[in-house]
Nanobody, 125 residues
Framework: QVQLVESGGGSVQAGGSLRLSCAAS????????MGWFRQAPGKDREWVSV????????NYADSVKGRFTVSRDNAKNMVYLQMNSLRPEDTALYYC??????????????????WGQGTQVTVSS
């Protein structure tokens, strides 16, 4: 059974930075494309970023493009989300997710097979 554990969340002021980490265990990490999602209270889960299996292809939601950077280390079974220039609207519970689908990656939550429990990010103005 694959397990994903996020860490690195916290409370920061607007303009600050955080680096989220997601540790994977129980599977062949390099066989998964990895996504980051977030969910704010009262809102639907929102796709944030994705990285392909080898890490060569990344993509970002328009709301975070230019501020967030996703990366992975297949030797360590880790995926990261570097978040800079944080805004109050970035406040949410952040999840990492692993997908085994046939494509390079997907943006939709239903395309992911495993999810972490989430780590809270709170940005104050």
């Amino acid at each position: 059974q694959v397990q994903l554990v996020e860490s690195g969340g916290g409370s920061v002021q607007a303009g600050g930075s955080l680096r989220l980490s997601c540790a994977a265990s129980g599977g062949t990490f390099s066989s998964f494309f990895m996504g980051w999602f977030r969910q704010a209270p009262g809102k639907d889960r929102e796709w944030v970023s994705v990285i392909s299996r080898a890490g060569g292809i990344t993509n970002y939601a328009d709301s975070v493009k230019g501020r967030f950077t996703v990366s992975r280390d297949n030797a360590k079974n880790m995926v990261y989300l570097q978040m800079n220039s944080l805004r109050p609207e970035d406040t949410a519970l952040y999840y990492c997710a692993a997908g085994l689908g046939a494509g390079t990656y997907t943006y939709t939550p239903t395309g992911y097979d495993y999810w972490g429990q989430g780590t809270q990010v709170t940005v104050s103005s």
